[in-house]
T-cell receptor, first 113, second 114 residues
Framework: EPEVTQTPSHQVTQMGQEVILRCVPI?????FYWYRQILGQKVEFLVS????????KSEIFDDQFSVERPDGSNFTLKIRSTKLEDSAMYFC???????????FGPGTRLLVL | AQSVTQPDIHITVSEGASLELRCNYSYGATPYLFWYVQSPGQGLQLLLK??????LVQGIKGFEAEFKRSQSSFNLRKPSVHWSDAAEYFC????????????FGTGTRLQVFP
């Protein structure tokens, strides 16, 4: 069964450093998403991406965040200058169409020190 | 604004007992509704979904959920819980047409005693 994959599974970084989280969505999917889950809290939407552009972003997704689909298979989330409060589990998801099921990856746990 | 409420933060049941996890949503039109399960250290796995049609939907692992428009609810049920069902369960609403995002509830942690 096709699945969404994410790398790395864990990342530790120093405050102020840049991090790139990588995702490989399901191959025939066209809609891509990033969510995050701060420890002990609910999963929150960050951004959706379609046709090589952001279709929606949340208030959390400020200028420090960016997304990119650099090739036909990867989807990345970049945090330019990490803050302590960026520590969270970051989930990538993909779907075949709007209003279809979003399939989630296993997540990347980011720890900012 | 759209929202999802899961009133029960933590539920403990005995193995073999029945289970019902509550979910209420706030949305003006008919939403798309989902239940996801998250095992410790794992990602989110889809249990079941409601898009339209039959209001009682069947999912994986023996779970089912019923959409009740009059109560704005989408409760998850299982007739007999197994120890492997211990996990965190998230209800989510998808609000389409002008947005693709999922709005999640705060989750219910299920503990199963042998």
């Amino acid at each position: 069964e096709p699945e969404v994959t994410q790398t790395p599974s864990h990342q530790v970084t120093q405050m102020g450093q840049e991090v790139i989280l990588r995702c490989v969505p399901i191959s025939n999917h066209l809609y891509f998403y990033w969510y995050r889950q701060i420890l002990g809290q609910k999963v929150e939407f960050l951004v959706s991406f379609y046709n090589n552009e952001i279709s929606e972003k949340s208030e959390i997704f400020d200028d420090q965040f960016s997304v990119e689909r650099p090739d036909g298979s990867n989807f990345t989330l970049k945090i330019r200058s990490t803050k302590l409060e960026d520590s969270a589990m970051y989930f990538c998801a993909s779907s075949g169409d709007r209003a279809e099921t979003q399939y989630f990856g296993p997540g990347t746990r980011l720890l900012v020190l | 604004a759209q929202s999802v409420t899961q009133p029960d933060i933590h539920i403990t049941v005995s193995e073999g007992a029945s289970l019902e996890l509550r979910c209420n949503y706030s949305y003006g039109a008919t939403p798309y509704l989902f239940w996801y399960v998250q095992s410790p250290g794992q990602g989110l796995q889809l249990l079941l979904k409601y898009f339209s049609g039959d209001t009682l939907v069947q999912g994986i692992k023996g779970f089912e959920a019923e959409f009740k428009r009059s109560q704005s609810s989408f409760n998850l049920r299982k007739p007999s819980v197994h120890w492997s069902d211990a996990a965190e369960y998230f209800c989510a609403v998808g609000v389409s047409y002008n947005t693709d995002k999922l709005i999640f509830g705060t989750g219910t942690r299920l503990q199963v005693f042998p």
